[in-house]
């Protein structure tokens, strides 16, 4: 069905852009109700459930090498019962795909495109999500290669350019009540670290199995940096307003002012925005794609792309009703949904998985 086949370092760069792009808009402020000064402590506290899902992760494709979570599940629960968990799979990236759809344009029209339809910014996307889609692992790899640098380059600069807003004085008095807060704090993000689980759709495909996971915890390592220091450029800036913030990073690019004609780099946030949600959505489109097929036994993923992408503009609109929800959403709901899902239940499965192995290589 998939002949294609990518990198380890590719599939690292399909990770961290899928992590990090709706998470630095988001992640500051939803960690900063909790945390408060210390939400840059957190996201330490959060890669631990990265790390513990790329080595769930790949300890499952270890015992399927060749296999999706879509394939693994029946051969591990039988035809019927993988059939049934894997919907529970299935409906979530439909679900969370349409929620990062609708995350993205409800940012663009709240923010650039005040008269603009959201219709015609979701339609657009996605169609040219579609599109990268259509040409396959491979063509997502090397979308990767060309994204990932220019996806950090202007987030670099926007952190050098806000060096001389910097008040140290906002991040004191640090761990002032002690690591309960920054712990509290560490769940928001945990819901997006349990989502390197989708590189589940990706190894089979690398050519060089062995370095999965190894790569896979290198991408945790980066994504981990960058979310802490996002978090300490956001304190630095905006200090106890963070937390009354949609999207701090957005507002903290309006702080910049370089003699009379560089300032007010708004742009720059929107353009690390669409190109990290290009990758993303496309990311976790190409995984629901497959893993329709998969689930139909159908000859080639191609087959059901658009209407995929019918489903994923519905659910974008569906699923929320506006950006002040969808924040609610993301603070309550979605750091439990995700790992539920993405965690608990891989981990029943390679429970499972383990025990069948053992007692085949004792029958034999």
């Given at each position: 069905?998939?002949?294609?086949?990518?990198?380890?370092?590719q599939m690292a760069l399909l990770m961290y852009p899928t992590i990090v792009a709706t998470a630095i808009l988001a992640v500051p402020s939803l960690t900063a109700k909790y945390a408060k000064q210390d939400l840059w402590i957190s996201p330490i506290l959060a890669s631990v459930v990265g790390l513990f899902t790329v080595y769930v992760t790949c300890s499952l494709n270890k015992l399927y090498p060749n296999k999706t979570i879509i394939q693994m599940?029946?051969?591990?629960?039988?035809?019927?019962?993988?059939?049934?968990?894997?919907?529970?799979f299935l409906f979530f990236y439909i679900h969370v795909t349409g929620l990062i759809v609708r995350d993205y344009s409800e940012f663009l029209v709240g923010s650039f495109f005040f008269k603009t339809p959201i219709t015609i910014i979701s339609g657009s996307m996605v169609f040219l999500c579609a599109l990268a889609v259509r040409g396959g692992i491979e063509v997502l790899g090397r979308v990767a290669q060309l994204f990932s640098p220019i996806f950090c380059i202007p987030l670099i600069i926007l952190i050098i350019l806000l060096i001389p807003e910097f008040r140290i004085s906002n991040l004191s008095p640090i761990l002032e009540g002690g690591f309960f807060p920054a712990m509290k704090g560490a769940i928001v993000p945990s819901g997006w670290f349990s989502e390197f689980f989708i590189m589940i759709f990706l190894l089979p495909f690398l050519?060089?199995?062995k370095k999965g996971m190894k790569y896979g915890m290198v991408a945790v390592v980066v994504v981990m940096l960058t979310l802490v220091v996002v978090n300490l450029t956001v304190q630095l800036v905006l200090g106890t307003t963070t937390a009354t913030k949609v999207y701090p990073l957005m507002n903290v690019s309006r702080y910049i002012g370089?003699?009379?004609?560089?300032?007010h780099l708004e742009s720059i946030s929107m353009?690390?925005?669409?190109m990290g949600a290009f990758v993303k959505i496309s990311v976790f489109y190409y995984a629901v794609s497959s893993g329709i097929a998969q689930w139909f036994n159908l000859s080639d993923f191609r087959l059901v792309i658009w209407p995929v992408a019918i489903l994923i503009v519905e659910f974008s609109f569906w699923s929320i009703p506006n950006i002040m929800e969808y924040s609610r959403f993301d603070f309550i709901a979605f750091p439990f949904y995700a790992i539920f899902i993405q965690v608990i239940i891989p981990v029943f499965l390679l429970l499972i998985a383990t025990i069948q192995k053992k007692r085949e290589s004792k029958n034999k």
């Open positions: 069905m998939e002949k294609g086949k990518i990198t380890s370092l599940s029946e051969n591990i629960m039988g035809k019927v019962p993988g059939k049934l968990i894997t919907l529970f050519n060089e199995k370089v003699g009379d004609f560089f300032e353009a690390i925005w669409i």
